[in-house]
């Protein structure tokens, strides 16, 4: 079924939002995964443990700069007057699905598919 206004409104809302806090995030994780240098006191950790909540952090980091970048294609897509249209059978995009992750790009049905 075709969004509201107020169902779009909302939305953008939303995907403004979900934007702010992971660009947030983004400026706080940098440091996080910043090269361990051999030398540096670790605590009760050992070097191989430390690397490897790095690389954790860097997959956290690669998921968030996805959805930043797809959260913001889809604002693009509010400015346009494409968005909530499924990319694959340009039919609406449910609005609870929408309203669990605005950046969707496909309906319920072509996810599942
Ligand atoms: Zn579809």
Avoid at 93 to 98: G, H
């Amino acid at each position: 079924m075709m969004l509201t206004v107020d169902q779009l409104i909302d939305l953008e809302i939303l995907a403004q939002e979900e934007l702010s806090r992971l660009t947030e995030e983004e400026l706080h994780a940098i440091e996080d995964v910043a090269p361990i240098s051999p030398d540096k006191a670790i605590g009760r950790l050992s070097r191989l443990d430390s690397m490897q909540i790095q690389e954790i952090a860097k997959d956290a980091q690669r998921r968030r700069e996805k959805r930043i970048h797809d959260l913001k294609r889809a604002l693009e897509r509010m400015d346009a007057g494409t968005y909530g249209i499924c990319e694959r059978c340009s039919s609406w995009i449910e609005f609870e699905r929408l309203e669990a992750s605005p950046e969707s790009k496909l309906c319920g049905s072509c996810r599942r598919g």
